[in-house]
Nanobody
């Protein structure tokens, strides 16, 4: 069973930056799309960035130009650099893996971690 563990969340002021990390263990041998989604209290999941099976990188419009996703295959790690954070970015952030793009929703076989909280105050 794949395991994903997020870290790096915290509290910042508007305009601040954070870098999230995700350690991936028991990596599946199937081609995988890795990425991040967030969920604010009372709201649905929003996939914000992903690296697809062919290396294509996609971002949600809400974070384009401010967030950067990257991965280190040697370390089995995924990262999300978040700059110019806004109060509407306050949410639990999750690292996720799926068989294909999950920009519009996670599939039935997806995996994700416990999440890390990001709070942005004005």
């Amino acid at each position: 069973q794949m395991r994903l563990v997020e870290s790096g969340g915290g509290s910042v002021l508007t305009g601040g930056s954070l870098r999230l990390s995700c350690a991936v263990s028991d990596y599946t041998t199937r081609p995988s799309c890795l990425g991040w989604f967030r969920q604010a209290p009372g709201k649905g999941r929003e996939t914000i960035a992903e690296i697809d099976t062919d290396g294509t990188i996609r971002y949600a419009d809400s974070v384009k130009g401010r967030f950067t996703i990257s991965k280190d295959n040697a370390k089995n790690a995924l990262y999300l650099q978040m700059n110019n954070l806004k109060p509407e970015g306050t949410a639990m952030y999750y690292c996720a893996e799926d068989r294909s793009s999950f920009l519009y929703g996670l599939g039935a076989g997806a995996h994700w971690g416990q999440g890390t909280q990001v709070t942005v105050s004005s």
